[in-house]
Every structure is written in structure tokens, then in C-alpha cells.
């Protein structure tokens, strides 16, 4: 591949740093690389392969001569920028909310649905954390059995939220450990020593009472299989965990699959590392998981509550997997 001139949109945040973390260790042919972020990142430096480089204000003309776009700086960002990217001729990775159900953009995550990217017409979204994650895994089983129904529940880490979000549940923590009052700024409730039923933390209902992150994992998972027809429900939920997400999730399908095969076939799908010996307490675990490129599975086990069920346990780093590192194998396969 010749090397790209690329951007990073959010360089300053979570996400933005692991992207660019994510360029450097996977060897990403850059030509040049620029930092962009809000007003506020103005005069702050980032190093990039050993350089120090300029953050820039973003602007609508940031992107002359820019080939890939990657954007992790808020859906309204991506709303406004991305279009005049996009213009500019250059390719927009985008990993907010806002175009990941236009018909018009693909909804990639590389080992599910590569091909889609062929179709793009300037901006190609990256999938939610938690849905990314779950496709890796639902994709080799539908393939062999079919799924028609999925349940799943997660249990999302705070750095899913952004920086300050962290920064609470720090202070939150040491708070409760000396008997004071947590204080909520992000969070509606204190995220220390406690469970959250409601993502993201602002405006998350929807009409139908599942929240909007919910409502993601149930539509973009029947875009990236291309399959209108797997049922989803989902209840999403922040735990005091710092980084990775891990779901429980039980499946329905049309074919019968015993859990000896479901871990064969988990056990060859692209992505996926197997962590399932019970026996010896090993499965995956968001500890273990953060830092790592891959998506783990574990617990694997038919439900016993029906004849073609499945049980799973999948655990993946949400800004790895579930962000930057899926956006980077995006841009490789561009
Ligand atoms: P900044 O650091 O200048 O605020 P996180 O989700 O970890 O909080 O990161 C959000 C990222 O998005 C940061 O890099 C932040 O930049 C960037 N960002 C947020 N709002 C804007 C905006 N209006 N224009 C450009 N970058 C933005």
C-alpha cells in the first residue's frame, strides 16, 4: 500500500489516542499524520513515531489533501465534518452514531462484512463497542446454524464514556472509600461500587423504553450480518469496570449446535480467541481482555431452557476492538 496521508479527528480523546496507538504498532503506511480536536486542545503536542506534531483546531477545511479521516469526537462532530471531509476526496472513518444507519454508508467490522466496504461513497462507520464484539462472534455461529434470535445483556466499562467519565468514577471511588458523598456530573448516578441499567448517560430513552445504545445493538446487528430477520433485544449497562466490555449473551438458532461445536467453529472464526476450561476457572475476564486486540469467548454452554439455545460469554476491549483497532483494519482495507 502507498503511503497515506491521515487524520485523526478526536486525537486528544480515549479513543483518538488508541487510534493513533493503533496506526503506530500495526505499521499503517502514513505519509503524514494530523491531529485535529476542539478549541480547547489549541497549542497541545502529540507524539506520533517518535515525532512531536501540533494539534489543530478543527475547521471545514482541515481536509484538503487528507486521503483517511479517522473521526472519534462525538456524533455532531462527525455530522458536520465528516460531509466536508468527504468533499475533500478523502475517505471518512467515522466512529460515532451518526451515519452508522444512512443506506448510503457501509457498517463494517472486517471479519464479519469486508466486502460492504466496496460500496462506500466517502464515509464508512464503525460500529458500536458492544455490537462490534458480539458480530465477531454471532458471525461463524449464524453461518453454521442460523440465528434467529438473540438476548443479550452487557456490562460496559467506563472508558466507554470518555475521559471525564473515568476521571468520576476515580473520584467517586475515593469518595465512598472515605465516606463522603460521590458526586455525579457525568453519570445520573454514582458509577462507584454500583451498576447503571441506562447508556449512553444523557437523552437514552427512546419511545419504546429500550435505551438508545440498546436500540444500536439491535439495528446494527441485522445491517453488519445483512440479515433483517435475527431478532435482537438487548439491555445494555455500565458497570465500575475501567476498560473492556463483557456481554452475556444467549442465542436461538435454527439448526441445533452442540457447545463442543459452537467452540470448534469459535475456536477457527477470525478474531476470535476461545478462553472456555470452567474446570480450571478460565474465561474471558475485561482485565485480561484490555490491551488486547481480539474478541474472547468463554462459558459456552447449551441452554437448557430450550432445544437449539446457546450461552456465551464475550469480552473484548471496547476501545480496541470496539473502536480504534476496528477502525485501523477498516483503513487497511481500504
Ligand atoms: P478536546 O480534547 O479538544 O475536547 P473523549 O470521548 O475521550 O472525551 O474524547 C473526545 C474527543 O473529541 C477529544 O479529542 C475532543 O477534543 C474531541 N472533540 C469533542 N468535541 C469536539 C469538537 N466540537 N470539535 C473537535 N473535536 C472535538
Redesign the pocket.
Known amino acids: 500500500m502507498t503511503p497515506k496521508v491521515v487524520a485523526i479527528?478526536?486525537?486528544?480523546?480515549?479513543?483518538?489516542n488508541r487510534m493513533l496507538q493503533m496506526l503506530e504498532e500495526r505499521d499503517f503506511p502514513v505519509k503524514s499524520i494530523k491531529f485535529?480536536?476542539?478549541e480547547?486542545?489549541r497549542g497541545k503536542t502529540l507524539t506520533f513515531r517518535g515525532e512531536t506534531v501540533e494539534v489543530e483546531v478543527?475547521a471545514e477545511d482541515s481536509f484538503k489533501g487528507v486521503e483517511i479521516a479517522l473521526f472519534?469526537?462525538?456524533g455532531g462532530?462527525s455530522k458536520k465534518f465528516a460531509p466536508c471531509a468527504a468533499k475533500d476526496g478523502c475517505v471518512v472513518i467515522d466512529n460515532s452514531s451518526a451515519w452508522r444507519m444512512d443506506p448510503d454508508v457501509p457498517l463494517v467490522v472486517p471479519e464479519v462484512n469486508a466486502d460492504d466496504i466496496k460500496w462506500h461513497k466517502g464515509i464508512i462507520a464503525n460500529p458500536n463497542c458492544s455490537t462490534i464484539q458480539l458480530v465477531v462472534v454471532l458471525k461463524p455461529i449464524h453461518d453454521a446454524a442460523k440465528i434467529e434470535r438473540v438476548v443479550v445483556s452487557t456490562y460496559q466499562a467506563v472508558s466507554g464514556a470518555?475521559?471525564?467519565a473515568l476521571q468520576e468514577m476515580r473520584d467517586q471511588i475515593i469518595a465512598v472509600l472515605e465516606n463522603r458523598e460521590p458526586v455525579c456530573k457525568i453519570f445520573p448516578h454514582p458509577i462507584a461500587f454500583n451498576c447503571i441499567p441506562q447508556i449512553p448517560q444523557s437523552d437514552a430513552f427512546t419511545a419504546n423504553g429500550y435505551t438508545s445504545e440498546e436500540m444500536k445493538m439491535v439495528d446494527e446487528t441485522k445491517k453488519i450480518m445483512g440479515d433483517e430477520s435475527i431478532r435482537v433485544t438487548a439491555t445494555t449497562v455500565r458497570v465500575p469496570v475501567h476498560t473492556g466490555h463483557s456481554e452475556s449473551v444467549n442465542i436461538e438458532t435454527q439448526h441445533k449446535l452442540t457447545a463442543a461445536k459452537a467452540r470448534e467453529i469459535l475456536s477457527l472464526a477470525p478474531g476470535v480467541v476461545v478462553l472456555d476450561d470452567p474446570a480450571n476457572q478460565i474465561y474471558p475476564l475485561a482485565c485480561d481482555a484490555a490491551g488486547k486486540g481480539e474478541t474472547f469467548v468463554g462459558r459456552i454452554r447449551e441452554d437448557i431452557s430450550q432445544s437449539r439455545g446457546l450461552d456465551l460469554w464475550i469480552v473484548a476491549d471496547n476501545l480496541l476492538k470496539g473502536a480504534a483497532l476496528n477502525a485501523v483494519q477498516i483503513a487497511e482495507l481500504l
Do not use: E, H, M, N
Request: cysteine-free; aromatic content about 0%; glycine content about 24%.
Open positions: 479527528v478526536g486525537a486528544t480523546g480515549l479513543v483518538g485535529l480536536a476542539s480547547r486542545s478543527l472519534s469526537a462525538g462532530t470518555g475521559i471525564k
